[in-house]
């Protein structure tokens, strides 16, 4: 077969996602004719298929052929795609400034717009000033607006909502990004590697926020380009994301494989997606109550990271050890700037320690101590945890109608924002509050707490709230063997399971893949204890009325 042929068979495998294929192939062509098109092919279709390193190799290859060839534009692309590559796969930062350099140089002479803007995109990218990075990214808007291209258009615009919302302009920046999202995902015919970037962008936007709603949205939106060309979030960076974003919003049966897969897939490559997959299991590990577990995921975590100090320090903290768990958040809060949205959970997690030493005052200034005037933008779930800790504070200090009010807004803050374990321990802490003046009314949050935290499967808390009810003189009620302990997308797969649909139509009905629609029943099945799917449904029928 000749070269040429090799070539076409290799590129339409590749365009219909069959990747092992077109690797076949492009290896053939590159074996018996090493041209810049072979290798750089091959370079894709390894990253695609998992496999950076090969990836890597390869394209640093084709940077030299194109560049032989006198095919520069092409060059600058390559070149940029290694920076990227080596930034958030290897987390090599030196590596990505080199081909970032080289890339300007190829692109000396060109008058390409799309190429000049790709160029400024990923030099925004890399840069460390948030200024002078939404200046970079304003302007690859204009080049892509100038050259009519939609790839171009859509990546600035998944990084400057990331950029937005990781500032604080949550709902500006979500804008940014479900356009981005509809762009690439709509019938887009550009490079299908921005779909993987857009993706993982929206996932770490989501992750932040904590909009578990807007990440299931477009993940259902991609399970056709997934179908075709495979998971978008083929970066491990992405999975830990979706992982912690589905640990907050209470979906703990999918989180745990989604973070598992990416230890896995980050193991011999960067130490930032590990990083970030670790600190989102011991975060699981901690709510499940499994406090072993979560110590020893945290005593490997580095606290530099804002997100693992506060893992960190809420492992300490309930191990008994506030002033631990307080010396950690001190310094974690000393390395971010004082108009870091990410300083707030920080300093609520601080409040929190120095209350459990018995420290008022602490308590009130760590609070204080991290407003920046003016007041900065807050993200939803940092504020919303501040809110709680000024009411755990009020409650210490004795004002229990202050305690009340901001406890009950940061209950309404957390069911607003679906963040179902926060809202079930603000529902305990408000029983707490109220247990002396108005034990009813404590009785019914700490009964509605107790019933959360039991579907979510958070041992400690749960214990606590039964042990308030016994206090109040409330028998709590046995463990339900019922469809409490399952998760709302699973109480829909049991309904449309009883009605008598099959997997598929139970896709179909609720806009999921069939393997998750298995997944959720399996989950269904061992949860209540039943054996096959007849048991499932005669039980429906006979809760459901």
Same mark, same amino acid.
């Given at each position: ?305 804002? $997100?693992? #100090? /506060? ?6 903290? +309930? *191990? @008994?050890?506030?002033? =631990? %768990?307080?010396?950690? !958040? &001190? ?99 408000? $029983?707490? #509050? /109220? ?6 009314? +404590? *009785? @019914?949050?700490?009964? =509605? %707490?107790?019933?959360? !935290? &039991? ?91």
């Amino acid at each position: 077969m000749a070269t040429i042929e090799r070539l076409a068979t290799a590129r339409a495998a590749a365009e219909a996602g069959r990747w092992e294929e077109a690797r076949a192939a492009f290896a053939a062509a590159a074996a018996v004719d090493e041209s810049a098109d072979a290798v750089d092919g091959l370079g894709r279709v390894c990253w695609w298929l998992g496999d950076v390193r090969s990836a890597i190799r390869h394209r640093e290859r084709a940077f030299t052929l194109l560049r032989q060839a006198g095919r520069d534009d092409e060059a600058t692309i390559a070149a940029l795609d290694l920076c990227i590559w080596y930034l958030t796969n290897l987390e090599n930062e030196a590596a990505a400034g080199g081909w970032l350099s080289r890339a300007a140089r190829a692109a000396e002479h060109t008058t390409d717009p799309v190429v000049r803007g790709w160029l400024v995109l990923i030099g925004a990218y890399l840069c460390s000033d948030a200024t002078a990075r939404r200046a970079g990214l304003e302007e690859a808007l204009r080049l892509a607006a100038e050259a009519s291209d939609d790839g171009l258009h859509a990546m600035a615009l998944a990084d400057l909502g990331l950029l937005l919302v990781a500032g604080g302009e949550v709902e500006d920046g979500m804008v940014l990004l479900d356009e981005a999202m509809a762009t690439t995902l709509g019938g887009f015919g550009g490079r299908l590697e921005v779909v993987v970037w857009s993706s993982c962008n929206m996932l770490a936007a989501c992750s932040l926020a904590q909009d578990l709603r807007r990440a299931t949205q477009w993940c259902r939106v991609a399970e056709e380009f997934t179908e075709t060309y495979g998971c978008p979030f083929l970066q491990a960076r992405c999975r830990a994301h979706y992982g912690s974003v589905l640990v907050a919003a209470g979906s703990w049966d999918l989180a745990e494989p989604e973070l598992r897969r990416a230890i896995s897939m980050s193991e011999d490559l960067g130490r930032q997606p590990q990083l970030e997959a670790r600190t989102a299991l011991a975060a699981l590990r901690l709510r499940q109550g499994r406090l072993s577990e979560a110590t020893e995921l945290a005593e490997e975590l580095d606290t530099n990271s804002p $997100a693992a #100090a /506060l893992v960190s320090a809420e492992v300490r903290l +309930a *191990a @008994g050890r506030p002033d =631990e %768990a307080a010396a950690l !958040l &001190r310094a974690a809060l000393g390395l971010l700037h004082p108009d870091d949205p990410q300083s707030d959970p920080l300093a609520a997690a601080l409040c929190e320690a120095y209350l459990a030493a018995g420290d008022i005052s602490g308590a009130e200034a760590a609070l204080a101590g991290s407003r920046a005037e003016p007041p900065r933008p807050a993200l939803p779930r940092g504020s919303a945890q501040r809110t709680r800790c000024a009411g755990l504070v009020a409650a210490a200090s004795g004002d229990a109608s202050t305690a009340v009010r901001r406890l009950a807004e940061a209950l309404a803050a957390f069911e607003r924002h679906d963040l179902p374990f926060e809202a079930a321990r603000a529902r305990l802490d408000l $029983a707490t #509050a /109220l247990a002396t003046h108005d034990p009813e009314a +404590a *009785a @019914g949050y700490a009964t =509605e %707490a107790l019933r959360a !935290l &039991r579907r979510l499967g958070a041992a400690g808390e749960t214990a606590a709230a039964a042990a308030l009810l016994r206090q109040l003189g409330v028998t709590p009620g046995p463990e339900p063997r019922d469809s409490g302990v399952l998760t709302r997308r699973e109480h829909d797969v049991l309904t449309l399971l009883a009605d008598g649909l099959s997997n598929p139509e139970i896709a179909e009905r609720l806009f999921l893949s069939r393997k998750t629609v298995a997944h959720h029943v399996s989950s269904i099945l061992t949860k209540l204890a039943l054996r096959s799917r007849a048991e499932a449904a005669a039980f429906a029928t006979r809760t459901r009325g």
